[in-house]
């Protein structure tokens, strides 16, 4: 499983995602995006739900990091929450399985190991494990985990408070972690990408800064409306 990992080592992963009420949440867009993205130069991409996996795959040859997220309530987990939600990201063609590895209440009371220990046996994909604290990214890899990415930090009650990226987090990761860790979130220019693997990340995801034409647009508009009207 570690080969599969190896052409992400040093490297830019993007994240080609969209929210669902976007003219951009379609398969076909997702996968221009990644598509694009490894034309100039990305070592692979992280793509949410089976669909828009499948379309990535069919048209991009790279490692592919899926997720499917799903929100359940009462738990808090919404990152790929339970082994079904892994297997069908995995047969739409992922190569690298990313969970919530957080301790947060997971739906259907299946421990965070046992879901590793499956994905691992019956899907034979390598794990990515979602964190948000040192702790939890060493229960992950003590549960199996391949690697794990600081992607849920500033968004859970343990980290309330502070705002992604956690490089700080992540210089102790690095230092710390038996398991390659991947930096992810709040990376919003490439001197913070290339901080991060100075700072020992084994690759870095950048999502927004590079793909959020919604979130980038509404921040430009908020910003320039104050002025238009004065």
Not at 40 to 60: L, T
Not at 171 to 185: D, F, K, R, S
Request: glycine share 8%.
């Amino acid at each position: 499983m570690k080969t599969i990992l190896e052409p992400l080592q040093g490297g830019l992963i993007v994240s080609c995602q969209a929210p669902a009420d976007s003219p951009l949440h379609q398969a076909e867009v997702i996968a221009a995006m990644a598509k694009a993205a490894l034309n100039r130069g990305a070592a692979g991409v992280r793509i949410d739900s089976p669909d828009h996996i499948q379309a990535v795959q069919k048209r991009c040859d790279c490692p592919i990091i899926g997720l499917w997220k799903q929100v359940m309530p009462p738990a808090s987990v919404y990152i790929t929450p339970q082994f079904y939600h892994a297997e069908a990201v995995a047969q739409a063609g992922a190569d690298i399985v990313a969970i919530d590895a957080t301790q947060r209440l997971r739906p259907g009371g299946e421990t965070l190991a046992q879901l590793i220990d499956q994905i691992h046996r019956r899907l034979k994909k390598p794990v990515m494990a979602d964190i948000d604290t040192l702790d939890n990214a060493l229960r992950a890899a003590e549960a199996g985990a391949d690697c794990v990415g600081t992607t849920l930090f500033g968004y859970t009650e343990a980290t309330q408070g502070h705002n992604p990226p956690g490089l700080a987090l992540l210089e102790t990761l690095a230092q710390h972690c038996p398991v390659p860790v991947i930096c992810e979130g709040g990376i919003a220019s490439p001197a913070q990408a290339r901080q991060a693997l100075e700072l020992g990340a084994y690759a870095v995801v950048v999502g927004t800064a590079i793909t959020g034409i919604d979130s980038l647009v509404t921040g430009y508009v908020d910003a320039i409306q104050p002025v238009a009207k004065s």
